[in-house]
């Protein structure tokens, strides 16, 4: 459809938006006002949260899904046509996870890290840069999705492909700053209701990440929807290269 002169609705292009903090995340965006694309590798999730969030905000088709492994440079080109064209203003990079795996040779080591790089910092990447070129300028906005695991460890690969883009934001933020373009990272602490630990939480590991708390409490997908819809907003447009932690104050800023 293309962008028409004087459009004024924004465009939101938010990775594994199906659940958890991702459709939190696209859901405060099209309160905001955002058209939102949300991609992702699992289509029907994805469509039932577009319809979802589309009727709860009584705005039909202000999102829409686009399946795409965002580890395969190819399958970018569906992203780049559900875009059409129009200029993005914002795009949140929180596709990952941690993934596990046997490690009882160097092969299985070597594939366990690649897999977490891959789906922790290679989507980011090739999302980030296959919509480069589209990016408001100026006003865009760039976010990243880390962990508090990047911070304090505890989580092999995990831990350090949330690190790693930390630096990397760091880069980008310098590289399209002159473009009037800001990049940040937001560090979640633990957040309950997402699909993170699978079945892997225990009712005595749940209190263990409260307890670790200054406000005794699990973080929600809301709380770091919040973050991610300030600094995508106009009033974050002297905020770059930061990392933002979400964390209930389990890991203080430096």
Not at 99 to 113: H, I, M, Q, R, S
Not at 168 to 195: C, F, H, M, R
Not at 208 to 217: D, F, P, S, W, Y
Not at 220 to 245: E, F, H, K, W
């Amino acid at each position: 459809m293309g962008e028409q002169q004087g459009e004024r609705r924004r465009l939101a292009v938010v990775s594994g938006g199906g659940t958890g903090i991702g459709a939190a995340v696209a859901r405060g965006l099209v309160e905001d006002g955002f058209d939102v694309l949300v991609v992702g590798r699992r289509g029907d999730v994805l469509d039932a949260a577009a319809r979802r969030i589309a009727d709860e905000c009584g705005r039909a088709g202000a999102v829409r899904a686009v399946t795409a492994d965002l580890t395969d440079p190819e399958q970018l080109a569906a992203v780049l046509d559900a875009v059409d064209g129009r200029t993005v203003d914002a795009v949140v990079n929180n596709a990952g996870g941690y993934l596990g795996g046997p490690t009882g040779t160097l092969d299985e080591v070597a594939a366990w890290w690649r897999a977490n790089l891959d789906a922790n910092v290679l989507t980011a990447v090739l999302l980030t840069e296959a919509l480069r070129p589209a990016l408001r300028r100026p006003g865009g906005r760039v976010v990243l999705l880390s962990s508090i695991a990047a911070q304090r460890g505890g989580g092999g690969p995990y831990s350090a492909a949330k690190a790693a883009l930390h630096g990397w934001a760091y880069d980008l933020a310098a590289q399209l700053g002159p473009e009037k373009i800001t990049v940040n990272v937001v560090s979640p602490g633990y957040v309950a209701e997402t699909e993170f630990f699978g079945d892997r939480m225990t009712p005595e590991g749940h209190a263990k990440r409260v307890a670790a708390t200054l406000v005794g409490r699990a973080g929600t997908p809301d709380d770091i929807a919040a973050a991610v819809r300030y600094l995508v907003g106009p009033s974050a447009g002297y905020v770059t290269g930061q990392v933002l932690g979400v964390n209930g104050g389990s890991v203080f800023g430096r």
